[in-house]
């Protein structure tokens, strides 16, 4: 039996939202040109809110996050209604970082699904929140928003020709096969995608993308697809005895008796 251990998959730090605003949070972060809006509202922050918001940022980095809450509770409930849209989406988005910082992870959902509702960033980081967004959705079992969201993250991201983060194929594959009823067949190419691209970006294979692709299918039966994924497995990690067995079973399931018998003394 595998074990499906997605409900504990990592969520975004703030490590990952800092990313965003590197260049202090003035900066407008354009990674496409070709699709940022060329025209809209201002982007860029008033000199009040810059100026708490450029603190909120060094404690940020300091990991002072307590501190950071507090400053950004206080900027919303003194200026919020009246702080340009472009100000409010920064914000929110500083702010939703911080809760998941802390753990508010319903808390950090419903910051940055206010600042994607702002629609006020560029496009990159409105993509960005949306991959956030289904994130935290997916910590918190909405399967099929998850779904949502990171087709329309992944869509953009192709679009715009930028490549799609392993772990993105990865979380999709997983919140079809968590959702009920599970979706083999939905899951079949993201699961694929993440291990195909998790093996193109050079890095080490990870254990976990393999588990959700030979789970799919092994729920589609289709053992002549995941016998050569579970020989790869068994290279990978011969130490897990599991993945012999599994390679055994799926063998013996496709009348290769002899090879299925051979894989259980190996192992």
Do not use: H
């Amino acid at each position: 039996m595998i074990d499906m251990r997605w409900k504990k998959v990592k969520v975004l730090t703030s490590a990952a939202m800092l990313a965003l605003t590197a260049a202090g949070p003035t900066a407008v972060l354009a990674q496409n040109a070709q699709c940022e809006e060329e025209s809209g509202p201002s982007r860029t922050l008033s000199t009040a809110v810059a100026r708490v918001l450029q603190e909120v940022f060094t404690q940020m980095q300091a990991e002072e996050y307590q501190p950071a809450l507090v400053a950004l509770n206080d900027l919303i409930a003194n200026r919020g209604g009246s702080m340009p849209a472009y100000d409010a989406a920064t914000t929110y988005e500083l702010r939703g970082s911080v809760k998941a910082s802390l753990e508010d992870f319903r808390g950090a959902l419903a910051d940055f699904q206010r600042a994607l509702q702002l629609n006020a960033l560029p496009q990159s980081r409105n993509n960005q929140l949306r991959y956030f967004i289904a994130q935290l959705q997916f910590q918190e079992e909405q399967y099929q928003a998850a779904i949502n969201g990171l087709n329309q993250w992944i869509q953009f991201a192709r679009t715009c020709g930028q490549n799609v983060d392993p772990n993105a194929y990865y979380l999709l594959a997983a919140a079809y096969m968590q959702r009920e009823p599970a979706d083999p067949r939905s899951a079949l190419s993201p699961a694929r995608n993440a291990v195909d691209a998790n093996k193109a970006s050079g890095g080490e294979p990870r254990k976990s993308y393999y588990d959700l692709l030979n789970l799919v299918y092994s729920e589609m039966n289709d053992n002549n697809s995941r016998a050569p994924l579970l020989e790869e497995m068994v290279n990978l990690w011969p130490g897990t005895k599991g993945y012999w067995t599994q390679l055994s079973g799926a063998y013996s399931q496709m009348g290769r008796d002899r090879d299925a018998f051979s894989v259980l003394e190996v192992a």
